[in-house]
């Protein structure tokens, strides 16, 4: 028999599903076993004062899954093979509260718990992030309205290649061999979601619980998380003026059996350092006479002011040991989730094996999307201008930070990247100064990440206009109390 049965005629949910739903609901409770019969529609129909259509529509429902079936001249039942559940033997069952039960702790280790950017407040000296409102929106919406009309809507809309649209990669590879000296066809790269997706593959494949992996004792918090995950264990190599100390990681090479190294020689992070060629040098010696994988994490270098770029490590012998990997997410967004991976061909085919297991594809539209940028050469300018748009508030903040904080600080002007590694003096308090600016409206990273050692963060400026900057200067030097 039927029970208490209530159509709410304000609710969203269309009169069937109510219906349906509670019926459902009442066959599971036990309330109604197989077998029973059910009203006729048009009983049903009257007795909730409801249009006989939806009660059809709600039986014709449920006989479709199976929970109730017409018999010709006879009536409407429930099914008969379903599972007996007397409504008392499941009363009997439950718990006292009709509260869920709780799911299955999952154990997740506490470093798994990051707090979040914040991106509302109106002003940000934030972690080194491009400013979305030099994106070419006329030109990426043009690309993006062009990869989803133009050639076969079959083959351009269906599943791709896990490693990425080729001529996509191969309109980057040239771009890495003209800007970066990398001589790469289309089958040594592989197109992830941006360098985390990258150096989550990497270590998918290469590393075993236990493995050992060298990291600069200032480095990219979610890669050493990212590690740890894995199962590898961190050994921390020193960090100088000329950034990862190679004389250190030897030291280390020489003490432990290390799977893997994980650096950022060209502005490195968070310190924004570039590692001089004598360095670099060294190291890929180190690697190739250890057989150590290296992982070169070049997350910005199209934005190097220098009159002479950088080249990166990839650009030298390796003997295949060495990936590199870089995004578009500073090129044009984070929002954006484009990057590439750069390896030996028979590595990449094999990580592009793992990332169809965790990742189909990539996302086709906007990978013919960046290709048409690429093609008109969108990109490349939208790069160069962003550039000098960047340098120069590099030195607004420069400035700013000189004649508002003074002494309170000490930074170096980066040669490249979007923030300004920043120390201040050991008795200001980081913690209480940017929950004191977050109350201001201006949101800049404490620090804690780094360790109380250096008392010290990443003020971005890439995304602010020079009118923002000193506002934000203003801010901060109002809640470090100066």
């Known amino acids: 028999m039927l029970k208490n049965l209530i159509i709410d005629r304000d609710a969203p949910l269309p009169h069937y599903r109510q219906l349906s739903d509670q019926i459902i609901d009442q066959i599971q409770q036990g309330y109604l076993l197989s077998g029973a019969r059910l009203p006729s529609t048009r009983q049903l129909s009257k007795q ?16 479709l899954q199976d929970w109730i079936y017409t018999a010709t001249g006879r009536g409407t039942f429930v099914s008969d093979d379903l599972p007996e559940t007397g409504a ?15 799911p299955a702790e999952l154990h997740l280790p506490e470093y798994m718990t990051m707090a979040e950017s914040v991106t509302h407040l109106p002003y940000h000296l934030d972690d080194g992030l491009p400013d979305p409102r030099l994106i070419p929106f006329v030109e990426l919406e043009r690309a993006w309205k062009s990869a989803l009309r133009r050639g076969n809507q079959y083959h351009r809309l269906g599943y791709a290649s896990p490693q990425g649209i080729r001529p996509l990669r191969e309109a980057i590879a ?41 990291v600069p004792e200032l ?88 009159n002479v770029p950088i080249m990166p490590l990839a650009s030298a012998r390796h003997d295949g040991l060495l990936l590199y990997a870089g ?25 592009t094996k793992i990332r169809r297991i965790v990742d189909r594809q990539g996302d086709p539209t906007l990978e013919h999307a960046l290709l048409e940028l690429f093609r008109l050469d969108v990109l490349p300018r939208s790069l160069r201008r962003a ?50 600016a977050f109350n201001l409206g201006l949101s800049f990273s404490s620090g804690a990440p780094y360790g109380k050692k250096w008392n010290a963060t990443r003020l971005g400026f890439a995304s602010s206009t020079e009118t923002e900057l000193k506002e934000a200067v203003r801010i901060l030097k109002q809640s470090l109390q100066l």
Not at 88 to 102: I, M, V, Y
Not at 242 to 258: C, I, R, S, W, Y
């Open 48 to 63: 909730l004062g409801i249009h006989r259509k939806s009660v059809v529509h709600a039986y014709e429902a449920l006989a």
């Open 88 to 102: 008392e033997q499941l009363l009997t069952s439950l718990p006292e509260t009709n509260a869920p039960s709780p």
């Open 174 to 214: 040239g771009y890495l061999s003209k800007t970066r000296g990398l001589m790469v066809t289309a089958d040594h790269i592989l197109l992830t979601r941006g360098v985390t997706h990258a150096f989550h593959l990497t270590l998918t494949a290469l590393l075993k619980p236990g493995d050992k992996v060298i």
């Open 219 to 306: 480095n990219w918090a979610n890669g050493n998380n990212a590690i740890r995950f894995h199962g590898g264990e961190i050994l921390q190599a020193r960090i100088d003026e000329k950034g990862l100390d190679t004389e250190h990681v030897a030291e280390l090479m020489a003490t432990h059996k290390v799977r893997m190294i994980y650096l950022t020689p060209h502005h490195q992070y968070p310190t924004t350092l570039i590692m001089p060629a004598a360095r670099r040098i060294q190291l890929l010696e180190l690697a190739r006479a250890n057989g150590v994988y290296v992982f070169e994490d070049d997350y910005d270098f199209d934005f190097h002011y220098g």
């Open 327 to 351: 995004s578009f997410t500073k090129a044009i967004s984070p929002a954006f989730r484009v990057g590439y991976m750069v390896g030996n061909p028979a590595l990449i085919d094999e990580l």
């Open 387 to 436: 550039k000098g748009v960047y340098q120069k508030r590099r030195d607004v903040l420069a400035r700013l930070l000189t004649k508002e904080l003074g002494a309170a600080t000490s930074f170096k002007v980066p040669d490249g990247g979007m923030a300004i590694w920043t120390r201040f003096r050991e008795d200001i308090d980081m913690e209480a100064a940017s929950k004191r």
